[in-house]
């Protein structure tokens, strides 16, 4: 049997700034991706992909952008205990900065 590459942590409250959203935390690994599932069944992405710089993380770590309504994000997931940065990376033509961060769920 395949093991599975999604982990899901309950009941976790994430602090974007200038709102705190509460729901499941979900790591896919296989697609490199956390989101929060709220309640109501909709999700909001919490990972950003950068295949489009030719940029994948690696197993268990998934990129998250620090620019707009992400801005400080990784280093609140961090202080919460649920993500490790690994690598600062700088990306696009603003030059904007993201994280790849090792998902500790």
């Avoid at 603003?94 to 790849?100: D, I, L, N």
Wanted: glycine letters at 8%.
């Amino acid at each position: 049997m395949a093991e599975s590459t999604i982990t899901v942590k309950h009941d976790v409250t994430v602090d974007f700034g200038c709102i705190e959203l509460t729901g499941a935390l979900v790591h896919d690994d296989k697609n490199r991706v956390l989101k929060l599932e709220k309640a109501k069944g909709s999700a909001e992405p919490i990972s950003i992909s950068l295949q489009g710089y030719g940029l994948t993380p690696e197993l268990g770590n998934v990129f998250i952008k620090d620019w707009s309504e992400h801005s400080g994000l990784t280093a609140r997931l961090e202080w919460a205990g649920l993500v490790t940065p690994v690598n600062v990376l700088t990306v696009g033509p603003y030059r904007s900065t993201a994280y790849e961060v090792r998902v500790t769920l």
